[in-house]
């Protein structure tokens, strides 16, 4: 294993693109040569172009499968991931030396470049023993990888007074969309070939080819997320005590209802989970005096060429006495200018006790609830102390919206927020439904 970006010795600079290694145990004439061999292959692989694809043909390729198809899918894996990682790798080195001293970003930077190293030497796959153990390569990485988010967030929101808004929001823009890409890439090969192999089939009986779900119902979907919400009311972190089930805002579901499209589970829910989170304790917070709550209206309509799907609450409005943002789109930022609570100390601290684990907690709605539910019983049995099953499980490291964004542009998609100041939020989604879009320019 090479020891460049795997040591807490190694620093980087960018602004002259180069590697500083500072190793207690190697000569400095071999510790110059491995670096530069190893900018090289990280010049190499930057120079390639990502090979962007679509939903559509994600789906296509992976609907008939044989073992030829699957070990075409694994080469693809096995050699995109390095070319992608690459470009991160260069974005990284490329920022200004007091944002790569900041917590995190090296950790990160670490991550990256071991998993480029091993990405980029990994032989081909010829067979289907050699794809399951290319799987398990896989999977090992994407849980490696699981506190990327919070460890960057981290060094970026204290790096926050050293950057422009823009740069700052651009790069980590890139970050996350190449992020998702990256999974994406890997989590559809490794259900593809577990598919292929008869295993891990999925139990829910809604059609899918990997992780994208070919006739994904709308209204099913926001139904599951307001139902996981009401059972597990990790939205309410700020109230000492959960109020009664009775007095959660409800859902109501409307518009074209019977609505499906291919997209992937994962991403829909983890938007719309958010959205009506932030909906649902919005409501929540600006009417619990009163003796009924109103509902959170959801409304689909299937379009030509997309999905909307307008969320509408009476929580207030945007710029309440609890909230300190001037312009709804600053809730994007990762720029402490735009949106001040990035530098708060409560924040800061969340972001920190995420980074050091390894859960990372930017999963699936299921993961979320999962580790909430898991942590309640461990609660409930004296293993942890009250009220650490919410502090444990959903911190407040207030990215929900920033990546709910993320996913929506990710193939081309928009979210906008419009607030009635003093009334409530109608936020808009908007997902493209034919699946022709290519991935973000960003992978
Ligand atoms: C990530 O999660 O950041 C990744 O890059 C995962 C990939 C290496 C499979």
Known sequence: MLKIGCSYRTLFSASNGTITHRSVNSTRHQSTALHFYQNKQLELYASKQASR?????LVFFGRKMNEDRLMKSA????TELPVRIAHRLRDLQALPFIV???????RVYELYWSAFEKLRRYPPITTLDENEKFCEFLGGLLNEHAPVIPNITLGLS????????ESLDSFMRRMLVSRIS???LAEHHIALSEGFVGRGQRTDGEPHVGIIFTGLNVKRSVERCARLLRESPIWIYDEENLPDPSCWPEVHVEGHVNTSFAYIRE????????LLKNSMHATYAHHHKEKTLPAVQVTIVAGEHDVGIRISDQGGGLRTARNRVKNPADLFSFSHLRNEARLDDSRLGALRSASSQQAGFVGTVDEQVGRWQKARKQESTGLITDGAAIQQTHPRIGIGLPMSNIYTTYFGGSLDLISLDGWGTDVYLRLPKLGKNLEGIEV
Do not use: D, K, M
């Not at 790569?100 to 090296?106: F, I, K, L, R, S």
């Open 158 to 165: 204290l790096a926050s007074p050293h950057l422009p808004p």
């Open 100 to 106: 790569v001293t900041q917590e995190g970003v090296g």
């Open 267 to 274: 991403h829909l829910e983890y938007i719309i989970f958010e």
């Open 75 to 78: 080469n693809y894996v096995r």
């Open 53 to 57: 694809l679509t939903l559509r043909q």
């Open 182 to 184: 990256r999974r994406v």
